[in-house]
Every structure is written in structure tokens, then in C-alpha cells.
T-cell receptor, first 111, second 113 residues
Framework: SQQGEEDPQALSIQEGENATMNCSYK?????LQWYRQNSGRGLVHLIL???NEREKHSGRLRVTLDTSKKSSSLLITASRAADTASYFC???????????WGAGTKLIIKP | SQTIHQWPATLVQPVGSPLSLECTVE??????LYWYRQAAGRGLQLLFY??????ISSEVPQNLSASRPQDRQFILSSKKLLLSDSGFYLC????????????FGDGTRLSIL
């Protein structure tokens, strides 16, 4: 399988804490993307990191990429109740740029 | 700005009935278009993608078909629905370049009875 696999499957933290989600993949990639999905809705693109980048920031989001370990992490700092959602990593394969989806991490922020 | 419309939001259909889900994109030209299915609590399974009018690639053998009659219109169809076709269907578009993100519609929840 060439899936992106997120870890943990579920994460529950207090509002204000930081949330870290990890992603592993199995093949050579062109880039890796992170998406958020609120319950029953479509996915929203959060951030894209290219294979030659190691770290990228966007607001309270920080993404790292380690191509030697075929892994990525998404850090959400100072979490808010509105961050409650499922988060998916989607590696884009080098060969055809298709996105490979894992099952996601379900994040719950407790007020 | 670009927008994507997908309808209907929910659909309940009997086994053996036909299906037509429509997706349209506004504000961009010649997008790549995608149909995904998502099972409950799972990731996305790519069903079809299209890089141009009349150009459809199928990722998995199945009971469904797709068509792109116009540049910004993508239709998912079935002649006879199966119970296993139940799920959450998502349409998405992206730019042509390899490193462009995908933008999703709000999905259609399809229940087969």
C-alpha cells in the first residue's frame, strides 16, 4: 500500500494545548499536503510542503517533512474548539502527482 | 475567486435505481476534476479524475461511471445502484500544475436502501 498513514487515529486535548499529528508514507513524493475535514463536510486544504522543504508555517500551523524517514508532522499551537475536526495527510506521488489518502486523525478540543 | 458546487447534499435511493451526481466549478478554466468516495471514518478513495473534456480515468473497477461534458462540469453516474455504493461522495478540482492543492465541494451523502 502507498497510503499516507496518520498517527494517532484519535487525539483529545484541552483548549489551549498544542496538538501534534504524524504521517508516514511509503513511496517517493513530489509534495505532501495536509487537509482538515469538519464532520459531514468537504476537505479544506491547510498547507502544502514540497519534497525539498523541511518545515513550513501558516498561522498556528507548523508542518515538518523528513523525506529520509518518509514522515511528516502537523503541529497546531494554542488549540481552539474550532480546530475540532479530522486531519488528513496526502502525499503526492512522484510518478503521477495523485494524492494518497490515509484514514486521518480525529482531533477533539475540549473547552 | 473559484468555487465548487456539488449537489444534492443528501440522497436516498433504492437498490437498482440510477444515479446522477453533478459537480460544477466556477472561476477557473481547464481544471483537473476528481470524484472521491469516503467510507465512514476512513480516508478518501479516488474513483475518477479528468484532465479535460471527455477525458476520464478510472482508478478502481466499479459500478459507477463519470463524464465531463463541459470544461467545468463533472458528473458521476450509475445505471443500477448497489448497496455497496452507499457512502460520502466528494468532488474536487485542482490546477493543472503538479503541486497545486485540491479544493473540495461539500459532498453528497448517498444512502442505498
Amino acid at each position: 500500500s502507498q497510503q499516507g498513514e496518520e498517527d494517532p487515529q484519535a487525539l483529545s486535548i484541552q483548549e489551549g494545548e498544542n496538538a501534534t499529528m504524524n504521517c508516514s508514507y511509503k513511496t517517493s513524493i513530489n509534495n505532501l499536503q495536509w487537509y482538515r475535514q469538519n464532520s459531514g463536510r468537504g476537505l479544506v486544504h491547510l498547507i502544502l510542503i514540497r519534497s525539498n522543504e523541511r518545515e513550513k508555517h501558516s498561522g498556528r500551523l507548523r508542518v515538518t517533512l523528513d523525506t529520509s524517514k518518509k514522515s511528516s508532522s502537523l503541529l497546531i499551537t494554542a488549540s481552539r474548539a474550532a480546530d475540532t475536526a479530522s486531519y488528513f495527510c496526502a502525499p503526492s506521488m512522484d510518478s503521477n502527482y495523485q494524492l494518497i489518502w490515509g484514514a486521518g486523525t480525529k482531533l477533539i478540543i475540549k473547552p | 475567486s473559484q468555487t465548487i458546487h456539488q449537489w444534492p447534499a443528501t440522497l436516498v435511493q433504492p437498490v437498482g435505481s440510477p444515479l446522477s451526481l453533478e459537480c460544477t466549478v466556477e472561476g477557473t478554466s481547464n481544471p483537473n476534476l476528481y470524484w472521491y468516495r469516503q467510507a465512514a471514518g476512513r480516508g478518501l478513495q479516488l474513483l475518477f479524475y479528468s484532465v479535460g473534456i471527455g477525458q476520464i480515468s478510472s482508478e478502481v473497477p466499479q459500478n459507477l461511471s463519470a463524464s465531463r461534458p463541459q470544461d467545468r462540469q463533472f458528473i458521476l453516474s450509475s445505471k443500477k445502484l448497489l448497496l455497496s455504493d452507499s457512502g460520502f461522495y466528494l468532488c474536487a478540482w485542482s490546477g493543472l500544475q503538479a503541486d497545486r492543492p485540491q479544493h473540495f465541494g461539500d459532498g453528497t451523502r448517498l444512502s442505498i436502501l
